[in-house]
């Protein structure tokens, strides 16, 4: 049986409450009463419009299975099969044409383009793998996979499939970045002249493509340009098996590529009880601190995998870039629709998930608005809402957070839906 303790007239299993009380509220400024006191207004007052939500869901769906028993075999009218949908409110009236805006969006959403990806936040691996995928070897991805139109062979290294791999990363860089005469895979020198690159076949064909260097005693180690709002790293390292073989020690091509990662919740996770809750919530707590580490063991070696530091370099004009070492962090809460029995009501009800999820993974995300360098760079936390049936349920999102602002002492629109 779970052991539960009492918190505002909620009952909390133990294991959860001693989690958040623990290791989750210390440092964010939230006391452990107005959390448990946010919290318990959140479930008692907006708990019961949940489970009413729920029933209008069940209504419809109730009323959609009886219109198709009572039209099964006949052709669907759909002009009155739609002014059905209509007045069971399946289908709501479009509203008039409006705009919207928001303060404090960071560039991975409001700008600049990119993939993104999914994982399931109680796997702590996957989580960290996800979050460093912002930058990723060009090199190995061709060699890896069938990018190329084959799959590599075993029994070690393949030195044809290694050139097919770099002269591949030479014509994207022609394409993407292209000099102002030849081509990049001719080229025998490379330097910085006065904040210019220079190749013996000349600089890049504009100039602003150019982002940056760094170096080392022995010269230049990397080469940043910019296509498309994106960082290219070129990466010079003649003492690697790729990079002495070739002119300029080119040893791999690294991409920024996926700039964002939902932290799922929910889609792919199963979490039945409060011992799930308190593994999913603890990763996205390591996350959110900067201090999530996971011990790998591949080819014989264990270590460490962590989260990334920023990319530093020097841009043409000598100052000194930071740039994100790690993908854009969404997470991803419960929809309405579930309930969790790490938390019961003042009735003895299971609470709604997506209402624990809310409270928990922004009170998390406040050690992050506090970091210098963290997730958000502009005091955002991103929260992915999933599963809203209509303009009513995606209300109720926007008033469960509103509340949690409140709670928590955030400011107003902190969290981003």
């Given at each position: 049986?779970?052991?539960?303790?009492?918190?505002?007239?909620?009952?909390?299993?133990?294991?959860?409450?001693?989690?958040?009380?623990?290791?989750?509220?210390?440092?964010?400024?939230?006391?452990?009463?107005?959390?448990?006191?946010?919290?318990?207004?959140?479930?008692?007052?907006?708990?019961?419009?949940?489970?009413?939500?729920?029933?209008?869901?069940?209504?419809?769906?109730?009323q959609?299975?009886?219109?198709?028993?009572?039209?099964?075999?006949?052709a669907?009218?759909?002009?009155?099969?739609?002014?059905?949908?209509?007045?069971?409110?399946?289908?709501?009236?479009?509203?008039?044409?409006?705009s919207?805006?928001?303060?404090?969006?960071?560039?991975?959403?409001?700008?600049?383009p990119?993939?993104?990806?999914?994982?399931?936040?109680?796997?702590?691996?996957?989580?960290?793998?996800?979050?460093?995928?912002?930058?990723?070897?060009?090199?190995?991805a061709?060699?890896?996979?069938?990018?190329?139109?084959?799959?590599p062979?075993?029994?070690?290294?393949?030195?044809?499939?290694?050139?097919?791999?770099?002269?591949?990363?030479?014509?994207?860089?022609?394409?993407?970045?292209?000099?102002?005469?030849?081509s990049?895979?001719?080229?025998?020198?490379?330097?910085?002249q006065?904040?210019?690159?220079?190749?013996?076949?000349?600089?890049?064909?504009?100039?602003?493509?150019?982002?940056?260097t760094?170096?080392?005693?022995?010269?230049?180690?990397?080469?940043?340009?910019?296509?498309?709002?994106?960082?290219?790293?070129?990466?010079?390292?003649?003492?690697?098996?790729?990079?002495?073989?070739?002119a300029?020690?080119?040893?791999?091509?690294?991409?920024?590529?996926?700039?964002?990662?939902?932290?799922?919740?929910?889609?792919?996770?199963?979490?039945?009880?409060?011992?799930?809750?308190?593994?999913?919530?603890?990763?996205?707590?390591?996350?959110?601190?900067?201090?999530?580490?996971?011990?790998?063991?591949?080819?014989?070696?264990?270590?460490?995998?962590?989260?990334?530091?920023?990319?530093?370099?020097?841009?043409?004009?000598?100052?000194t870039?930071?740039?994100?070492?790690?993908?854009?962090?969404?997470?991803?809460?419960v929809?309405?629709?579930?309930?969790?029995?790490?938390?019961?009501?003042?009735?003895?009800?299971?609470?709604?998930?997506?209402?624990?999820?809310?409270?928990?993974?922004?009170?998390?995300?406040?050690?992050?608005?506090?970091?210098?360098?963290?997730?958000?760079?502009?005091?955002?936390?991103?929260?992915?809402?999933?599963?809203?049936?209509g303009?009513?349920?995606?209300?109720?999102?926007?008033?469960?957070?509103?509340?949690?602002?409140?709670?928590?002492?955030?400011?107003?629109?902190?969290?981003?839906?």
């Amino acid at each position: 049986m779970t052991e539960r303790t009492e918190k505002f007239g909620l009952q909390v299993a133990q294991e959860l409450a001693t989690f958040i009380e623990a290791e989750a509220l210390p440092g964010t400024g939230v006391t452990v009463d107005a959390f448990w006191k946010g919290l318990s207004n959140l479930v008692h007052t907006l708990g019961p419009k949940n489970r009413a939500l729920l029933e209008k869901r069940e209504t419809i769906q109730a009323q959609v299975d009886d219109w198709y028993r009572a039209n099964k075999g006949h052709a669907i009218d759909q002009v009155a099969y739609q002014a059905f949908l209509k007045d069971i409110g399946y289908l709501v009236q479009e509203g008039d044409d409006f705009s919207i805006d928001t303060a404090n969006v960071d560039p991975e959403i409001a700008h600049v383009p990119g993939p993104q990806l999914v994982v399931p936040i109680t796997n702590a691996r996957f989580a960290l793998n996800a979050a460093n995928a912002r930058w990723g070897s060009l090199y190995d991805a061709l060699y890896g996979t069938d990018a190329l139109g084959d799959l590599p062979q075993g029994g070690g290294y393949d030195a044809a499939r290694g050139a097919r791999v770099i002269a591949w990363g030479r014509d994207f860089l022609d394409k993407s970045v292209p000099l102002a005469s030849g081509s990049w895979a001719d080229i025998a020198e490379i330097s910085v002249q006065n904040g210019t690159l220079r190749t013996n076949l000349g600089g890049v064909e504009e100039a602003a493509k150019f982002a940056g260097t760094k170096s080392n005693e022995t010269g230049l180690t990397n080469v940043f340009l910019r296509n498309n709002g994106l960082l290219i790293n070129i990466v010079l390292d003649a003492t690697t098996p790729v990079g002495k073989t070739d002119a300029v020690g080119i040893s791999d091509i690294v991409l920024e590529s996926a700039l964002s990662t939902i932290m799922d919740c929910e889609d792919s996770v199963a979490a039945v009880d409060a011992e799930d809750k308190a593994l999913a919530y603890r990763n996205w707590l390591g996350l959110m601190k900067g201090d999530l580490s996971e011990t790998v063991s591949k080819g014989g070696k264990t270590f460490d995998r962590v989260l990334n530091e920023d990319v530093t370099f020097t841009a043409p004009n000598g100052e000194t870039v930071s740039h994100k070492g790690r993908s854009l962090m969404l997470v991803r809460n419960v929809g309405h629709l579930m309930s969790n029995p790490a938390i019961l009501d003042q009735d003895g009800l299971e609470i709604g998930e997506g209402l624990l999820d809310a409270m928990v993974t922004t009170m998390i995300a406040i050690h992050d608005l506090k970091r210098e360098s963290g997730n958000s760079v502009h005091g955002s936390v991103y929260v992915v809402k999933p599963k809203m049936h209509g303009p009513e349920e995606v209300a109720f999102a926007v008033e469960i957070f509103d509340m949690v602002e409140d709670a928590l002492g955030l400011p107003r629109n902190t969290v981003k839906l």
